[in-house]
């Protein structure tokens, strides 16, 4: 079966640090952009940080550069997200999700983990 | 940056209405313009990719157009399963931008 399956979500404090992490199965991990998207608490879809299928090639969004680090383990089919200095408008749940091949849109997501920032 | 938005944010429609959700941008964009489909507590669903691709499986009722600024999904019909909240999403220079949102509720 085709999925996604995030984990890694809970409870950190403000400058905390937390991974995220994504399992991939169904198809072939290593061909294709990985991205990260979140949706805070009522709020819309928010891209965060996509890498390329070999992992040479990362981008992020202005809201989390120098904080978050997106990397990937083709061996594992696994991604990850790597959060330092958290804010508590970093809480959201955080989608995995696979870039189509023309990396201009997303065809898969996960189901989310949840990530709360709060003292 | 580019900017989306979306209007309306929340639209009132009935089973068999037409719906016509508007996603414009703050400057003129290409053709990477996709919409999703969320229903509460569940995660994005493609529906229409390139502005006017139709995913498979997903119901010949929705359809997307436009070009420039303004980009439209329609939903011709709308059903039972259709009430949810769409997002219109760009691509740019290796940057996603998505709108904020419109959310299609029972009248």
């Known amino acids: 079966e085709v999925q996604l399956l995030e984990s890694g979500g809970g409870l950190k404090q403000p400058g905390g640090s937390l991974r995220l992490s994504c399992a991939a199965s169904g198809f072939t991990f290593s061909s294709h952009a990985m991205s990260w998207v979140r949706q805070a608490p009522g709020k819309g879809l928010e891209w965060v940080s996509t890498?390329?299928?070999?992992?040479?090639?990362?981008y992020y969004a202005d809201s989390v550069k120098g904080r978050f680090t997106i990397s990937r383990d083709n061996s594992k089919n696994t991604l990850y997200l790597q959060m330092n200095s958290l804010r508590t408008d970093d809480t959201a749940l955080y989608y995995c999700?696979?870039?189509?091949?023309?990396?201009?849109?997303?065809?898969?997501w996960g189901q989310g983990t949840l990530m709360t920032v709060s003292s | 940056d580019i900017q989306m938005t979306q209007s309306p944010s929340t639209l009132s429609a009935s089973v068999g209405d037409r719906v016509i959700i508007t996603c414009r941008a703050s400057?003129?964009?290409?053709?990477?313009l996709a919409w999703y489909q969320q229903k509460p507590g569940k995660a994005p669903k493609l529906l229409i990719s390139r502005v006017s691709t139709l995913e498979s499986g997903v119901p010949s009722r929705f359809s997307g157009s436009g070009s420039g600024t303004e980009f439209t999904l329609t939903i011709s019909g709308l059903q039972p399963d259709d009430f949810a909240t769409y997002h219109c999403?760009?691509?740019?220079?290796?940057?996603?931008?998505f709108g904020q949102g419109t959310k299609v509720e029972v009248k």
């Open positions: 999403q760009h691509y740019d220079s290796y940057s996603w931008t």
């Open positions: 999700a696979k870039a189509a091949s023309t990396v201009t849109f997303f065809d898969l």
């Open positions: 890498i390329s299928g070999r992992g040479v090639m990362t």
């Open positions: 400057q003129s964009i290409s053709s990477w």
